[in-house]
């Protein structure tokens, strides 16, 4: 018997010895970047600025905290508790009431996540600066969109813009062009936060004012807290706004839809996600979820590798998640007010060039958000199924082509498709000789004419000239 007992209590000493190691791991690397981001705050001279910043790192120690728990205690979703979203959980945008209920549109306001350069596509500066259509931005398109909305209903729309500390002061030059228009433009900036260094668990940085590459905007779930802290949230409600719709400053299918906000109004919804039919090139979006009843947003990050095909079936988990996203102010202020957001952190593993030449280059990690994963924290959160022309998205050449061809015609910033096209906009893949704009605008001076086009494939040394039409 007493064999017995040892035996069995074995495993459990070993158990509770490696929790309590991990515990105090744990602690101790939240010790030290405490203390490091202690000693980053002391080098704030400006004092109103010290308070701001010392908020900010409030936050992001949260953050960091969590992201070390969730490691110790191997935090992974359970698959068995996993299913695809009920009936109630995404309605048909086709059934939602067909009346233009212009009355809300003066509870509304539109805020675009800005954040993001062109690098990606060779460009210098924020990336809502690229020349999308008629010599027009993202920026210039989406301000068109809220003139005209304001003009024919006789409203005022705000345009508010989260920018990042990479884009806040070009955006804040290019916005100046919008003064004598009819629109009100609030900007905002998300967080701030330090890149950890991977080998030591410690902040990048070593003070406040250290080089841009030490610090990382961390990501867009990042809206609410950044949305509050600001005063942008109180300034909104003092002027009656009431929901938000906010959206990729790179959709440009994402304008206000006067149906959804009707529906949002009359279902006392205070989240509600846009969703679009999944094809096999967006199997890697976020899908909406039950789990133990109520809607979650399951990115492809969260999946345990053995269940990753079955997340991207197009038959089990149908839509995906085109970050459309339209919120109730006052629910936004409290889940900040009562600390309840808690999203799930998507760790982004990067490196940083070394400082010397020779030097191997530094690994670093992101701690990064989603908007989308807060639909969990809201009530009567739900789904809305709309048509693919809500998801327009331009983040390569392959995309700028598409928007730019004779398949869209433009109303009042608007791309509208041509009725005439049958069937879902094409496929098209442009190789990596068509990366950059510059080399895209050099190789393809002149749109091709695209309305019969099904796919379309370009790779190698390839320059398109005037007047082709390509068809099939």
């Not at 992974?76 to 299913?83: G, M, S, T, Y």
């Not at 020349?131 to 068109?144: A, H, I, N, P, T």
């Not at 003064?179 to 900007?187: A, F, K, Q, R, V």
């Not at 893949?429 to 309305?451: M, W």
Request: net charge neutral.
């Amino acid at each position: 018997m007493e064999l017995f007992t040892s035996i069995s209590e074995k495993p459990l000493l070993i158990l509770n010895s490696r929790q309590a190691f991990e515990n105090t791991s744990t602690n101790v690397a939240a010790s030290q970047m405490r203390n490091a981001l202690n000693n980053l705050s002391d080098t704030v001279r400006d004092p109103q600025e010290k308070k701001r910043f010392e908020s900010e790192m409030d936050n992001f120690f949260a953050l960091f905290r969590r992201y070390l728990n969730d490691k110790a205690k191997g935090n992974e979703i359970d698959w068995a508790k996993i299913a695809p979203p009920a009936p109630e959980q995404v309605i048909a945008y086709e059934t939602l009431p067909n009346s233009d209920a212009v009355e809300f549109l003066n509870k509304l306001a539109v805020v675009k996540l800005n954040g993001g350069l062109g690098t990606s596509m060779g460009c210098v500066g924020p990336k809502s600066v690229i020349e999308v259509r008629d010599g027009m931005s993202f920026l210039d398109l989406s301000v068109r969109q809220i003139e005209f909305l304001n003009r024919t209903y006789d409203v005022n729309v705000p345009f508010v813009l989260m920018n990042s500390f990479n884009t806040d002061n070009d955006t804040a030059a290019i916005i100046k062009k919008y003064e004598g228009h009819n629109i009100d433009i609030l900007t905002f900036n998300q967080s701030r936060y330090p890149r950890i260094l991977k080998d030591s668990m410690l902040p990048a940085p070593k003070s406040y004012d250290s080089q841009l590459s030490d610090w990382y905007p961390p990501g867009h779930g990042d809206v609410f807290e950044s949305m509050y802290n600001s005063g942008i949230l109180e300034q909104l409600l003092e002027r009656g706004i009431e929901i938000i719709f906010l959206s990729n400053a790179d959709n440009l299918g994402a304008v206000v839809d006067l149906k959804i906000l009707q529906h949002m109004v009359e279902t006392r919804a205070e989240y509600i996600m846009e969703l679009t039919d999944k094809t096999k090139a967006d199997v890697k979006g976020g899908t909406i979820i039950d789990y133990e009843g109520r809607a979650r947003l399951l990115e492809i990050a969260q999946v345990p590798k053995a269940y990753v095909n079955e997340f991207k079936s197009i038959k089990k988990f149908k839509y995906f998640n085109t970050n459309n996203i339209w919120m109730n102010l006052r629910a936004i202020q409290r889940v900040v007010e009562q600390n309840e957001l808690a999203l799930e952190i998507i760790p982004n593993e990067k490196s940083i060039p070394a400082d010397k030449k020779g030097e191997a280059d530094i690994g670093i990690v992101q701690l990064e958000t989603a908007v989308g994963a807060a639909i969990k924290h809201f009530k009567n959160a739900h789904g809305v199924n709309v048509p693919r022309k809500r998801f327009l998205p331009v983040k390569t050449c392959s995309d700028l082509m598409l928007v730019k061809s004779d398949l869209y015609t433009l109303k009042h910033g608007q791309l509208v498709i041509d009725p005439s096209r049958f069937g879902p906009a094409p496929l098209i893949k442009l190789g990596a000789d068509f990366k950059k704009v510059s080399q895209f605008q050099k190789r393809i001076p002149s749109i091709p004419k695209i309305l019969e086009l099904d796919h379309l494939t370009i790779t190698g040394n390839v320059n398109l000239a005037r007047g082709v039409t390509l068809k099939g």
